[in-house]
């Protein structure tokens, strides 16, 4: 249906839908509509002038809103997230380190361990990447862009490595959302990192020997992470990062008096990527800090020692998750 040159609907082209799907009939009387009425029909106008009891005593026992999340809506539009499956593609800036095992510890949930051959050893990543789902929500930049941080230390599950992700932050409200539907624990940061542009630039770091990004992440207006990477070499494949599936814990609590330590859902959960490409990977040096701040811990898994630096690009997409324990059980 066309719409005016604000981007509203009239109120007579309103009407006009409401006609069309059996709210309204050209008599001016009210009538239900019928059960071949296409629930997608009745979210085609912003507002439908009908009667809420109305609503209720037609469509009595049957589902009209759609979305794959909160808030479901008559259209689904409204959805924080589309459903999957998902995909993603951008660039990283990704630091190892080591911690101290003997606090890094206790991060880990029931049932995973830390990998005794490889004590401490974790990574800091830096992402910058865009979102589609089925609809280029890609052209949605305001909405599909992210970037994030987050750190993976190398833990065990029931024998099987595994990269665990204690902490993670994103700034942008659809990225938690799904972080959260993934397992990872993800909060609100203000993430930045040097980018790389096709035009020779002083301000285009370009992908070659001695050139140096950087990268940082802030929460509430206070510094948590700040690196720096020096690249040295060009590399055919990244060697002992990211060979790791990597874990994390569903977990919604219940407000409900009496049940607020009895989470609705409490999964531990290993991430199914799909198609995963990665391409221009650089190593070379990397300088890492995780300053102490207010309200944070991720302080105390601060590195002992930095390891080298890395930066690539990706793409994958997501379609499945597995769950390996329901620990409410």
Same mark, same amino acid.
């Given at each position: 249906m066309p719409s005016s040159k604000n981007g509203m609907r009239s109120v007579e082209q309103i009407r006009e839908v409401a006609r069309s799907v059996g709210f309204v009939s050209t008599s001016g009387a009210h009538k239900p509509p019928s059960h071949r009425t296409s629930v997608q029909a009745l979210g085609t106008a912003p507002t439908l002038m009908v009667h809420v009891e109305m609503m209720r005593g037609w469509w009595w026992g049957r589902e009209m809103l759609?979305?794959?999340t909160a808030p479901r809506s008559p259209l689904g539009a409204a959805a924080l997230v589309p459903p999957p499956p998902w995909h993603f593609a951008g660039d990283v800036l990704a630091v190892e380190f080591w911690n101290d095992p003997d606090i890094s510890v206790h991060t880990l949930p029931t049932g995973v361990e830390l990998d005794k051959k490889c004590p401490g050893h974790s990574v800091a990543l830096f992402?910058?990447?865009?979102f589609t789902a089925q609809n280029n929500e890609h052209l949605d930049p305001a909405r599909y862009q992210c970037r994030g941080f987050s750190v993976?230390?190398?833990?065990?599950?029931k024998g099987s490595r595994i990269a665990w992700c204690p902490y993670c932050y994103a700034d942008n409200d659809a990225a938690l959302m799904r972080g959260w539907i993934q397992g990872y624990p993800r909060k609100?940061?203000?993430?930045?990192?040097?980018?790389t542009f096709a035009t020779a630039s002083?301000?285009?770091?370009?992908?070659a020997h001695d050139s140096r990004f950087s990268a940082c992440m802030s929460a509430h207006g206070r510094l948590l992470v700040q690196a720096r990477i020096t690249l040295r070499e060009k590399a055919e494949c990244l060697v002992g990062l990211l060979d790791r599936r990597i874990v994390g814990r569903r977990y919604f609590p219940r407000l409900s008096a009496g049940l607020h330590d009895k989470p609705a859902v409490d999964e531990l959960v290993r991430c199914v990527s799909d198609h995963l490409l990665i391409t221009n990977?650089?190593? %070379?040096?990397? *300088?890492? %800090?995780?300053? *102490?701040?207010?309200?944070? *811990?991720?302080e105390v898994l601060g590195p002992l020692k930095v390891g080298r630096g890395y930066r690539f690009s990706f793409s994958y997409s997501v379609t499945d998750i597995e769950i390996l324990a329901d620990l409410t059980a």
């Open positions: 759609k979305g794959f992402t910058d990447y865009q993976l230390l190398d833990a065990m599950w609100f940061g203000a993430v930045h990192q040097t980018r002083a301000a285009s770091a370009p992908l990977i650089w190593i %070379g040096e990397g *300088e890492l %800090g995780f300053p *102490e701040a207010y309200g944070e *811990e991720l």
